[in-house]
Nanobody
């Protein structure tokens, strides 16, 4: 099991940028698929982006070209650079780890990820 702590959320105007960070308690990235998810008020949690042990990213269609997922293995930290933010990006953002697939990412379904952080709020105003 890996402990995850997100940071970097905040309030920004539409068109702005934010960078989220997720610090892991262990050297997780060689054995885990790491992902970012979000949950808006009254909506189901959805996958945003994931990155596998080889650094290969996967994105939801709604964020392609605007968000970039990356990881710094030396710092045990996962990032989500968010640009051209829209009001519909407003949500609680969570990072999560999937330890069941040898570090490869096959899905952005939140049901397939087993370790979760507490979340960080992102609010985008128009």
């Amino acid at each position: 099991q890996v402990q995850l702590v997100e940071s970097g959320g905040g309030s920004v105007q539409a068109g702005g940028s934010l960078r989220l960070s997720c610090a892991a308690s262990t050297y997780a990235y060689s054995r885990y698929c790491m992902g970012w998810f979000r949950q808006a008020l009254g909506k189901a949690r959805e996958g945003v982006a994931a990155i596998d042990r080889d650094g290969m990213p996967k994105y939801a269609d709604s964020v392609k070209g605007r968000f970039t997922i990356s990881q710094d293995n030396a710092k045990n930290t996962l990032y989500l650079q968010m640009s051209s933010l829209k009001p519909e990006d407003t949500a609680m953002y969570y990072c999560a780890a999937d330890s069941t697939r040898g570090g490869y990412c096959y899905t952005l379904s939140p049901y397939e990820y087993d370790d979760w952080g507490q979340g960080t709020q992102v609010t985008v105003s128009s």
